[in-house]
């Protein structure tokens, strides 16, 4: 008799289940049990991303500055002073050398300003 007063249950099953595998619905669940711990993982991937990004505008910084600083000596001879000259008589002077200007660069004439001197 025990058998005849059995009844059989009638389960439904959600949308979600149907979505979403157990698996991953189980490790969701798992993952936002321990608040602490996620927070602290999210923190560390948002923090590791920012470092990687913040390293990488660095490397393209440095590489436009050396850039820049290979365009200012762009000439086949710098000429460097201890004192003032005035540069265009400095320049003057070396236009009219022979070999200054046959590959047409112009000589890069640099003085030491006030700041540098000391």
Request: charged residues 25%; positive net charge; hydrophobic residues 40%.
């Given at each position: 008799?025990?058998?005849?007063?059995?009844?059989?249950?009638?389960t439904s099953?959600?949308r979600?289940?149907?979505l979403?595998?157990?698996?991953?619905?189980?490790?969701?669940?798992?993952a936002?049990?321990?608040?602490?711990?996620?927070?602290?993982?999210?923190?560390t991937?948002?923090?590791?991303?920012?470092?990687?990004?913040?390293?990488n505008n660095?490397?393209?910084?440095?590489?436009k500055?050396?850039?820049?600083?290979?365009?200012y000596?762009l000439?086949?001879?710098?000429?460097?002073?201890?004192r003032?000259?005035?540069?265009?008589?400095?320049?003057?002077?070396?236009?009219?050398?022979?070999?200054c200007?046959?590959?047409?660069?112009?000589v890069?004439?640099?003085?030491?300003t006030?700041?540098?001197?000391?």
């Amino acid at each position: 008799m025990a058998l005849g007063n059995y009844k059989t249950q009638k389960t439904s099953v959600s949308r979600i289940n149907l979505l979403v595998p157990r698996p991953m619905r189980l490790s969701l669940r798992n993952a936002f049990r321990r608040k602490v711990r996620l927070s602290l993982t999210l923190f560390t991937l948002v923090l590791g991303g920012a470092i990687f990004i913040a390293v990488n505008n660095l490397g393209a910084s440095f590489d436009k500055v050396i850039e820049d600083f290979q365009g200012y000596y762009l000439a086949d001879v710098t000429i460097s002073f201890d004192r003032s000259y005035r540069l265009d008589k400095v320049a003057a002077m070396a236009k009219k050398c022979a070999r200054c200007g046959r590959r047409g660069r112009l000589v890069g004439i640099h003085r030491k300003t006030h700041s540098q001197q000391r």
